[in-house]
């Protein structure tokens, strides 16, 4: 099948690009780079060992997005191009709302005109909310506390009106927990612009050397050691449920909300302790008050995805933290140690 992967350059699309083309699908991508590097396409095409169909686009650009599906037979969409910092989605609204809705409005246009109707979209664990006891079922009320986050409540919303209004279409929403780690070859791997805003990226320069200590948090939280808890999972594995859910929508009509995560909660303090394993070293860090909008305890219930997809996360904490080390290593020309 062809598929045409949006933000395929990204942390997530690069990974499942690997991996929808190991398994003999074509891709396409479209990324404007706006948060990513061109290179990233080169070390998809060094891992697979064939090039890429790439559009260095906007999604936003209606014309564009016409001459891709005018110039490929798309079987179907796999939907990761928006912008995903929740700080900064606060800072600048418009810019989050703008892009997030307008590059998903057009994409849906494209699709329409070009009769594909199958997409599965990268949705969030917090469309949850605040709210919802652990652990996070499909079925909960949704809700947000920041623009990003209103942003996939609103796509979730919007592509459910879609096929709630024409049953030909076929939609996959899935709401990824906390995903993390990085290709086993070293060359693919989260590589965010500027201060890292989530734990492992952070985690990681420290390790590398390149910012002196990992700043924790809250250690007064209600859980066992006091530091906040998420479900982290395996970008490998998460690509693995690209695959499952893109063949699920080529299957199936209606539109199906599916949980990508492990079902298991670890804490700030755990993923320290993992990843100092994983680089030879203790970490230094320091405890800080919380940060605004954080919640205590965030996991998934993963039965769904088992269910329907046949997917279940591989990869501990351990992996996840090692397979961090060396892409970080790389990326930042660690020198071996003696
Ligand atoms: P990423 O920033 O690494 O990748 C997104 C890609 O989309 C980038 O390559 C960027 O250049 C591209 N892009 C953004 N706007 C675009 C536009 N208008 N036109 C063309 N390209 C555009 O992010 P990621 O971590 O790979 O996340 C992928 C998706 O998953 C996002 O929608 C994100 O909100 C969602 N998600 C991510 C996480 C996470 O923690 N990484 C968690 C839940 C959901
Ligand atoms: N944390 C620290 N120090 C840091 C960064 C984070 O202690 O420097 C803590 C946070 O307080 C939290 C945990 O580490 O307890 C995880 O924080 P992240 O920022 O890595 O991840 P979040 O759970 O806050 O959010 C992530 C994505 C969101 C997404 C959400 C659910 O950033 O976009 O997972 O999928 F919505």
Same mark, same amino acid.
């Given at each position: 099948m062809k598929v045409l992967v949006t933000g395929g350059a990204g942390f997530i699309g690069s990974h499942t690009c690997v991996q929808l083309m190991s398994a003999g699908h074509e891709v396409v991508i479209v990324d404007n780079f706006c948060n990513s590097k061109p290179e990233t396409i080169g070390n998809i095409e060094k891992i697979v060992g064939r090039p890429v169909h790439l559009y260095r686009n906007d999604l936003r650009d209606l014309e564009a997005m016409r001459r891709v599906f005018a110039e490929h037979h798309i079987d179907a969409v796999i939907h990761f191009a928006g912008l995903k910092s929740v700080p900064e989605s606060i800072q600048k609204p418009l810019a989050y709302y703008e892009n997030n809705l307008g590059s998903t409005f057009v994409l849906c246009q494209a699709m329409l005109e070009a009769d594909c109707k199958r997409i599965v979209f990268s949705s969030?664990?917090?469309? /949850?909310? &605040? #709210?919802n006891p652990v652990p996070?079922?499909?079925?909960m009320p949704t809700s947000a506390i920041n623009p990003y986050g209103y942003t996939k409540v609103m796509i979730e919303q919007f592509l459910t009106d879609l096929s709630a209004a024409d049953p030909a279409w076929s939609i996959c929403l899935l709401r990824y927990f906390n995903p993390v780690g990085a290709h086993p070859s070293g060359l693919l791997g989260e590589d965010p612009n $500027?201060?890292? &805003? &989530?734990l492992l990226p952070y985690v990681s320069q420290v390790a590398a050397g390149l910012r002196s200590e990992v700043i924790v948090y $809250?250690? #007064? /939280? #209600?859980t066992p050691d006091g530091t906040g808890i998420r479900d982290y999972v395996h970008v490998t594995d998460l690509a693995r449920g690209h695959l499952a859910a893109v063949q699920y929508v080529l299957e199936h009509n209606g539109t199906e909300i599916i949980n990508l995560g492990t079902g298991q909660g670890t804490s700030v303090m755990e993923i320290m302790e993992a990843y100092s394993h994983a680089c030879g070293r203790a970490l230094p860090y320091r405890i800080a008050s919380r940060r605004p909008g954080d919640i205590a305890v965030c996991y998934a219930d993963p039965e769904k995805a088992r269910s329907i997809l046949g997917w279940e996360a591989q990869k501990d904490v351990g992996q996840m933290c090692s397979d961090s080390w060396n892409f970080a290593k790389n990326r930042y020309e660690v020198a071996p140690s003696s």
């Open positions: 969030s664990a917090t469309v /949850y909310g &605040n #709210d996070f079922k499909e079925g $500027g201060i890292p &805003n &989530n $809250g250690n #007064d /939280y #209600d």
